[in-house]
């Protein structure tokens, strides 16, 4: 059984920091393209960042200089760090892991960000 657990949402001010966990159990984690996306009310889900195999990263414009995803093999998760955050980055952040074939997501974390 596949299971993506977020971890490390909460409530940050204006210019705070977060550091997002996601703990995957149940795939080869090396073998995935793993993602944050994230959802704000009446907005779309969109892709945040990204790393696969190799270490290749990907960031959304609206985030890049402030968040940094990285992953770890050994504890097969992958972690979103959040910088210098603003209002518009509140959000439910999603956890993605997608392969060639099969893709899974986690429950969510809650961002929240005070202006």
């Known amino acids: 059984q596949v299971q993506l657990v977020e971890s490390g949402g909460g409530l940050v001010q204006t210019g705070g920091s977060l550091r997002l966990s996601c703990a995957a159990s149940g795939i080869f984690f090396s073998m995935y393209t793993m993602g944050w996306y994230r959802q704000a009310p009446g907005k779309q889900r969109e892709l945040v960042a990204s790393i696969t195999l190799g270490s290749s990263t990907n960031y959304a414009d609206s985030v890049k200089g402030r968040f940094s995803i990285s992953g770890s093999n050994a504890k097969n998760t992958v972690y979103l760090q959040m910088n210098s955050l603003k209002p518009e980055d509140a959000a439910v952040y999603y956890c993605?892991?997608?392969?060639?074939?099969?893709?899974?997501w986690g429950q969510g974390t809650q961002v929240t960000v005070s202006s």
């Open positions: 993605n892991a997608r392969g060639q074939v099969h893709e899974y």
